[in-house]
């Protein structure tokens, strides 16, 4: 098994900045791929960005050269800077892990909010 924890997110300004982190405990070694998903209300649960354990990455076209997903020192961690941040950036993001089996894992979520 593999718990997600989150840390970052809150409520930042059009433009502003934001990073999210998230670190992976359990049975890591496991794990092919982490990245993070968000849900805005009324919308369906869309990928941000992954990031596999070769270092390969995949954005949605919405946070293309905004956002950057990046692993920390540690190979458990994962963290997505968010620069330029619009209003419709505003969602519950949630860690998410895969492993090399197609078992999925995700953390609790963490609220971001764009607005002035």
């Known amino acids: 098994q593999v718990q997600l924890v989150e840390s970052g997110g809150g409520l930042v300004q059009p433009g502003g900045s934001l990073r999210l982190s998230c670190a992976a405990s359990?049975?890591?070694?496991?794990?092919?791929?982490m990245g993070w998903f968000r849900q805005a209300p009324g919308k369906q649960r869309e990928l941000v960005a992954i990031?596999?354990?070769?270092?390969?990455?995949n954005y949605a076209d919405s946070v293309k050269g905004r956002f950057t997903i990046s692993r920390g020192n540690a190979k458990n961690t994962v963290n997505l800077q968010m620069n330029s941040l619009k209003p419709e950036d505003t969602a519950v993001y949630s860690c998410y892990a895969k492993d090399g089996i197609e078992r999925k894992y995700w953390g609790q979520g963490t609220q971001v909010t764009v607005s002035s």
């Open positions: 990031i596999t354990t070769g270092d390969s990455t």
């Open positions: 359990g049975t890591i070694f496991s794990l092919n791929a």
